[in-house]
DNA sequence: ATGTGTGAATACATTCACAGCA
DNA sequence: TGCTGTGAATGTATTCACACAT
């Protein structure tokens, strides 16, 4: 969108494909670290290489953004940033709310890379009132009663759970009513959400049992009892791939602290 | 590079897709729920409901491990759960090392899901001199300079790597070297590894990003300048979606402990 | 020369819809 | 009759390969 570009829609129209937009903080992350070093200019080859992406996929998505690169030259490091960073809606900050300060909601509280990417931790939620404000890497934790109040008072519309699994659909649905609309999930359950409430997953044990599927191919065929055992196949790198999906409700699972 | 591959074996027995694999963790989960509820049989329906897929995906995907259902009737539950776990790899089960035992590190040592699933932390390791000997989660931390020794006494294939940024590829690079082949990475960081080696990544801020990019469309299109701005269009129950890629080296980024 | 931007080709994933078995 | 299993249809993502701007 930036200026008026008005040809064809392929360029900045809303069509942005989810594959894409999972992709772009890898770039922005990679930028940012060109940035810091002071490189004023990358090409699509070098950029890829450092997102660990291949440069035709990287050029790809980067078409649907619009085209700020320049042919023979490569991309502008801090125009890109921002262009993405717009994209991705970081150019605001967002208030977000952690629910839930295990060990888990202590490393995310602590984690650094929230300030730095257009996220403020705005409140620090538990339901235990022995932690009632003691501060959490700085900041103190509130108890559960005032969850829908911090989230009005601060214009909360993200948040995060790191709860047991067993109170994460309850606290989902209140962090929902109160006014929540994109919730990033650790609790190991899938969370049933009203439509046009996103829901993301991170959920230690599944990346696990993905990689034990991997391994246990790379460690040959000898569990193969009866089965039509294929050797090597699936040797490559594989090295990472997600899938989520969804119907109407919610989502999934996760890490979980004590 | 376990054994040798090249070209494209692609089988058709052993060829499982990537997406179904992501998904079978999650049925098993499911699945366990409904065993320990001793429930005997569910039909595609309800079980695609309790992992929060729709049915003709779940059945789809079932497909590619045989034909384990009965018609007109549903799935054994317990058998199914034995057959998914046996194909995901976790009916042996996975020594596991954690390094870096900040925050994070000790959240993921003291998940439940571990033992429950086929894994168990081996050993749990860290660089930090003042922390060796101190047991979290009722392990004894190790110092880092016994790593190599750690891996190759447990034979340990799998390793999760929980340290600051700076010092991931370093990590990484040892724990190849002993002999890890499949790495969970919570750092915020590209890994390089060799040819064989899987990782898969773990990162907060990313998923954060994604929903910060989806929350601003719903915000409306205040911002929208020139733009063909499109209205609703996307209040749909998103809730996911992921996807990484990879070339020949490593993958991505993560949580980071304080 | 060099490296972007992109149609066209290919590969992969989801959904449909229904034949066929219990 | 009810529900699985699966080909065919559709949709999405990746990769190729090259015209073209700089």
């Known amino acids: 969108m930036a200026t008026g570009r008005t040809h064809r829609p392929a360029t900045r129209s809303r069509g942005i494909p ?9 770039y922005l992350r990679a930028l940012t670290a060109l940035s810091e070093r002071s490189v004023p200019t990358v090409s699509s080859e070098e950029l890829a290489a450092a997102a660990g992406v291949n440069s035709a996929k990287l050029r790809k998505d980067f078409s649907y953004l619009g085209s700020y690169g320049t042919r023979g030259v490569g991309y502008d490091v801090e125009y890109l940033v921002y262009q993405i960073s717009r994209e ?25 890379g929230f300030a730095s990417r257009g996220f403020r931790v705005a409140a620090l939620i538990d339901a235990d009132p022995a932690m009632a404000g003691k501060p959490v890497a700085g900041i103190p934790v509130q ?55 996103d829901v993301r997953k991170v959920d230690l044990s599944i990346e696990l049992q993905i990689l034990a599927f991997h ?8 569990t193969a009892a009866g089965d039509g055992a294929l050797p090597a196949a699936t040797a490559r790198g594989v090295a990472a791939g997600d899938s989520a999906d969804q119907g109407p409700d919610g989502d999934v699972p996760a890490v979980m602290p004590a």
Chains 1, 2 share one sequence.
């Open 18 to 26: 989810e594959a894409t937009v999972a992709r772009l903080p890898l």
């Open 88 to 112: 991705l809606g970081l150019t605001q900050d967002w208030p977000v709310v952690i629910v839930g300060i295990g060990n888990l909601g202590a490393a995310l509280a602590g984690y650094g």
């Open 215 to 222: 391994e246990q191919r790379k460690a040959g065929e000898e």
């Open 143 to 197: 108890h559960t009663d005032d969850l829908e109040k911090i989230i009005k008072d601060n214009g909360v519309s993200i948040g995060v759970i790191a709860t047991p699994a067993g109170v994460a659909q309850q606290v989902c649905d209140r962090l929902v009513a109160a006014g929540v609309t994109s919730i990033l999930n650790f609790a190991p359950t899938v969370l049933s959400v009203p439509d046009g409430v």
